[in-house]
């Protein structure tokens, strides 16, 4: 057998014990009209061929590109010691805490993690982690409904499309409905939400909303008046959702301090490599008074009979093991693993650390602006942004895939990112990252400047090489 | 050992009626099945009640049950103090640990309701 | 466990110390990086996050694994989990640069690998189950429950049958299954098990009807029974005009033996998390892919994975199959978990995966045996288990008031991590033990003798049980006090008393 322990001899000894001749004994209970058909799968490999057809298959990846790539997943420098941390069986091989005189280890990991949330989004409640920011987006959706019974939310088109398409399904057909928040088309709030449109969409008599979610950034990239937003929401008697982006939570307001009830986001930027789109990490945290409204795993702090301080999953009656179909998620996981990441890289940062990565793609993100600017492609909206935003570039897909020849990922165009919005057609998502170097900054704009035909007459063959 | 003087439900609630009004809670019988409650849902005053309709839910640390009316009514006031103490209800289920009072809509319903001798064997069978 | 482990950690945060250097990770952006934002949208208080030297970081995590139990430091005998080795290998595979640097939008012709793999998994995990296809995007089972559920209501509705708000699901089922169809907007309707455990087809026929949408069936059941009247079953379902879902959490035992869709399941979930090895992490992170038959094909999460003629790879473009019910996370999948289950299975090829589930099926009956000959714990449901099998406690607790959570605290005396208990809820004082197919005979022996060992102190000593664990770190812990008064998030004044430093 591959990886289990029985030799031919094991195998007689435990058929003896049931007196049996064979196995195939114990599967005669399938009935066989349906007994096994033949599993059409290759033969096995040994691991020598196993390692080497992995190999192969994970260099026909393109991972040496220049990338300006983020639209909410970010690429930042991963302290190894995270890495160390996650390779220790005891964390990476345990199961679920439900024996809390030995599962210590995770218990209070997952505790330190919703305590370092707790610190960064400034809400007190913070769940173990749901799947990712999509599904946290859409859940903190479901229980703006569950706490208000009103059953109708609002979500800013400032949200990432991601977590919109994901919150549709979780909505969809079911008695609850949301509409969408336009952003402002001009001017200097172009690319943020409209707040006169949120008022009209909220004083609908008729039809009460549960919760209003924006983003911030949003997913332009742009800082959104959340502080008003939120004051909007609540004088509807409705509950505020926060979507965002932990790195920035160390030098941006947090949730707590523009009133907002919960938040949700995508914790991959903390400690957790790209991978193609997961497992990543749910971020989900709402005030004390939401406590019995928020799905997933809870953690809490308690003493054992002998007084000394001890972890264990608490308030499990909200969770579906026991409330079966009263439960208010059928989350039955958390991202166990990844929340230790998360937990591990701001421990390792520190908050020095942290606010020097956001300020130091704050700083590049500049630099990438202006030239991309000098190169011919000036940005598309005035508002500020941290780290990420839009430039305007004609053709912008057809301009993306001649720079990715070059070795560089352009972002994103917008009509990729959002496809069927006409306003977002001619343009690149593009950020910066404590990673982006002023080489790679340089061979960007240098070469979109050449596709833009800013610099008529300069060779398209003189490529990255040179320059990388 | 249960109070002579209440009326009981299948799902394991007392009611207590004083003309009009009454005051309901849960057996001990039932406070023992939870173990140790730790939160109580009830509703707010002025709710309407019906009978044997679920009004809310209590939990305990490992697992969690309706509240079904006894009878039909109004809600009065529920027990605040349950909100800081919910443990009361297993030591105390028929007297500190009571979870709501309540105006009756229809007096008569009481009758359909299970008297001591007839819980107490309820509760024999297991 | 021993009497002398490593101590209790205090918290990061009790570790902190102003000026104590995390480390020089990035170097020092400019001062004045942050000017450019409005004041009103920048941070005033900073968050307090601790400060740690690295090496005190490092030991805090080093001594926090020590106060757990994995796969790795020994036998795992949870039921319904599947609590196999964690091959090294495939942690290496998803270290693999190629594959954890790569964006989720980055466009097709650069994720090409991971395309093909995925493409490839897709395909072994539908050989695997007689599925006709697969999505990979669900982030765990319980998603991928929900996933099929929508997926079977996108069904019905695409052939105008809106009448169809029932989910039907045996009382023995996991708590996901009803809170899932509660999710999806159905109304759970529970069926009693029969008496042998096994599925009261006369119960099943009753309820089904035109208001049924699906079933949904755990095969073999929660209580580590195969169902043999499963074809009729199915029979009986489709002629309602529904549609029969297979909760794969049990997979572990048929590999190579039964496959759900030659049986007529219409869709069913994946745990690679059990099944197929991906580490359990503590809770997470896992994968749930989900299997159709054909006809459900159009209505499967967006963007599925596509070959091209010529040999490449894309991804659907939104929009492109409007029928899908769209996605259901923010990308493509947990792509880090399923290289993992992708190696797993090649690893193993269709004979390695029979001989997983024969091994397992052959482990789970020798250690029932062992229970069952000595008498001291009721074994119910006599013939053949599966992977799995309950014992009961229902019998000592009679005779010596000792429970079932009192054997397993107990357990961990004897070095054990304890199986799962009191599930499913249809058998008093359960013990649902899954031994698998990784561990050796004389560690099933042994776990037999101290199970049997617990029982004579129960009858001896009691005490001794009831009390226990007596060599785990921390004892009996004040779960009450944890949901009154729920301490989520350190706060300075919240050291208990007697915390160690």
């Known amino acids: 057998m591959v990886y289990g322990p029985h030799t031919p001899d094991d195998r007689s000894r435990m058929l003896a014990a ?48 220049a990338s300006f790539l983020g639209a909410g997943v970010y690429r930042h420098h991963l302290p190894p010691v995270v890495d160390q941390v996650l ?39 913070v769940s173990a982690s749901h799947y990712d920011g999509a599904t ?127 938040a949700a986001g995508e914790g991959q930027p903390l400690g957790i490599p790209p991978q193609y789109g997961g497992p990543y990490l749910g971020i989900l945290a709402c005030r004390d008074s939401l406590v019995r409204q928020i799905p997933g795993r809870l953690i809490g702090m308690t003493s054992d009979e002998e007084g000394r301080r001890a972890y264990v999953m608490t308030m499990r009656a909200r969770e579906q093991d026991i409330r079966r179909e009263k439960a208010a998620s059928n989350i039955c996981t958390n991202q166990a693993l990844c929340a230790l990441a998360a937990a591990v890289y701001v421990a390792a940062l520190g908050p020095g650390g942290l606010r020097d990565v956001a300020a130091t793609g704050a700083s590049r993100a500049a630099e990438l602006a202006a030239a991309l600017e000098e190169a011919g492609a000036p940005r598309l909206h005035p508002g500020a942004y941290l780290n990420e935003f839009a430039v305007r570039v004609p053709d912008a897909v057809a301009v993306h895939r001649r720079l990715l020849r070059r070795g560089i990922l352009a972002g994103i165009p917008l009509a990729e990112l959002e496809p069927g919005d006409p306003s977002l057609v001619d343009g690149l998502l593009v950020c910066a990252t404590e990673c982006t170097t002023p080489e790679e900054i340089e061979l960007f704009a240098w070469a979109l400047r050449d596709e833009l035909g800013a610099r008529p007459g300069v060779p398209v063959a003189a490529s990255a090489e040179g320059v990388r | 050992m249960i109070p ?76 605040a103090g349950l909100n800081a103490m919910p443990e009361v209800v297993n030591s105390d289920p028929y007297g500190a640990g009571w979870m709501l009072r309540m105006r009756l809509s229809d007096p008569g319903e009481v009758e359909q309701l299970l008297d001591a001798a007839a819980y107490e064997a309820l509760t024999a069978e297991g | 466990m021993s009497v002398t482990g490593p101590k209790l950690q205090p918290t990061l945060f009790e570790l902190s110390g102003s000026g104590r250097a995390a480390g020089r990770r990035i170097p020092a952006p400019p001062a004045d990086a942050l000017d450019r934002l409005p004041a009103a949208a920048r941070r005033v208080i900073p968050a307090a996050l601790p400060e740690v030297d ?47 640097a790569l964006h989720p939008l980055a466009p097709d012709e650069t994720a090409q690998g991971t395309l093909e793999l995925l493409w490839e998994l897709e395909r072994d995990l539908a050989a695997i189950s007689g599925m006709d296809a697969v999505t990979l995007q669900p982030a765990a089972g319980a998603h991928g429950e929900l996933t099929g559920i929508l997926v079977v209501r996108a069904y019905h509705r695409a052939r105008g ?8 699901v045996p009382d023995s089922a996991h708590g996901t299954n009803p809170a899932t169809a509660s999710m999806a907007g159905f109304r759970t309707v529970n069926i009693p098990s029969a008496p042998d455990g096994g599925i009261d087809l006369d119960a099943f026929r009753a309820a089904l009807g035109p208001r049924t949408a699906a079933i949904m069936i755990t095969n073999p059941s929660t209580l580590g029974l195969f169902e043999r009247r499963i074809v009729e079953l199915i029979e009986l379902v489709h002629a309602a005009g529904a549609l029969a879902y297979m909760d794969g959490a049990n997979l572990n035992a048929i590999l190579g033996r039964f496959r759900p869709g030659d049986a007529g399941f219409d869709v069913m979930h994946f745990n690679v998390h059990k099944t197929f090895s991906t580490p359990h992490g503590g809770g997470g992170p896992g994968a749930g892919p989900v299997g159709v038959r054909a006809p459900l094909i159009p209505f499967l999460p967006a963007p599925r994975v596509l070959r091209e003629p010529d040999g490449t790879f894309r991804l659907e473009r939104e929009g492109e199959r409007p029928a899908s019910i ?66 009961s ?78 060599s785990a770190p921390v004892r009996r812990l004040d779960e009450a006090t944890a949901a009154r008064q729920p301490n989520l998030r350190w706060r300075p004044a919240s050291i208990a008393p007697g915390a160690d430093a």
């Open chain 1, 18 to 65: 049931l007196g049996i001749a064979s196995v195939d004994e114990l599967f005669e209970v399938i009935p066989p009209a349906v007994r096994a058909r033949p599993m059409d799968l290759p033969p096995g490999l040994t691991e020598l061929e196993l390692m080497a057809r992995l190999r192969t298959l994970a260099g026909h990846n393109r991972v040496d590109l």
């Open chain 1, 87 to 125: 390779l220790r069986g005891e964390f990476y091989t345990a199961y679920t805490p439900y024996q809390p005189e030995i599962s210590q280890g995770t218990l209070q990991t997952i505790y330190e993690y919703q305590s370092l949330l707790a610190e960064l989004t400034g809400l007190d409640v």
């Open chain 1, 136 to 262: 946290a987006t859409a859940e903190a959706a479901l229980m703006t409904c569950r706490a208000t019974r009103r059953d109708r939310v609002l979500v800013s088109r400032g949200v990432h499309p991601q977590a919109r398409r994901t919150l549709e399904t979780y909505f969809g057909g079911g008695d609850l409905e949301f509409d969408e928040v336009p952003l402002v088309t001009e001017g200097p709030d172009a690319g943020t939400t409209d707040l006169a449109a949120l008022g009209r969409l909220l004083a609908d008599p008729a039809r009460p909303v549960a919760g209003v979610l924006a983003a911030q950034p949003n997913v332009l990239g742009l800082l959104e008046p959340m502080a008003e937003i939120s004051r909007l929401t609540h004088a509807a008697g409705a509950l505020f959702v926060a979507a965002v982006e932990p790195i920035s939570l160390a030098v941006l307001a947090p949730p707590a301090a523009y009133g907002a009830d919960i």
């Open chain 2, 4 to 79: 002579s003087d209440l009326r009981y439900t299948k799902e394991h609630e007392w009611i207590r009626v004083a003309g009009d009004e009454a005051t309901v809670g849960i057996t001990q019988h039932a406070a023992d099945q939870l173990g140790d409650i730790v939160f109580v849902e009830l509703p707010e005053p002025g709710h309407r009640l019906e009978q044997f309709a679920t009004f809310g839910v209590v939990e305990s640390v490992k697992a969690v049950s309706d509240l079904f009316a006894p009878v039909s009514g109004e809600v009065l006031e529920g027990n």
């Open chain 3, 54 to 100: 690295e090496a005190s970081l490092v030991r805090h995590y080093v001594n926090l694994s020590q106060l757990n139990w994995g796969v790795d430091t020994g036998f795992y005998p949870l039921g319904s989990c599947t609590m196999k080795y964690n091959p090294k290998v495939n942690e290496w595979a998803a270290r693999l640069n190629g594959f954890a």
């Open chain 3, 161 to 168: 049958d809106l009448e169809r708000t029932e989910v039907l």
């Open chain 3, 326 to 391: 769209g996605r259901v996370r923010g990308h493509v999948g947990s792509v880090g978990i399923l290289v993992r289950a992708w190696a797993y299975i090649r690893a193993h090829g269709a004979d390695g995966l029979r001989e997983v589930s024969d091994d397992a099926v052959l482990a789970a009956n020798y250690l029932r045996g062992r229970l069952a000959a000595d008498g001291a714990y009721e074994v119910p449901y006599p013939g053949p288990c599966a992977h799995e099998f309950i014992a």
């Open chain 3, 393 to 470: 406690g229902a019998g000592l607790k009679r005779a010596t008031g000792v429970r079932t959570l009192d054997v397993a605290k107990r357990l961990i005396d004897k070095g054990y991590h304890p199986p799962t208990i009191y599930f499913p809820h249809t058998v008093d004082e359960a013990m649902l033990i899954e031994p698998t197919e990784t561990e050796r005979l004389e560690t099933l022996d042994a776990f037999a003798d101290a199970l049997l060992e617990i029982a004579r102190e129960a009858r001896d000593t009691p005490e001794l049980v009831t009390s226990a664990p007596h």
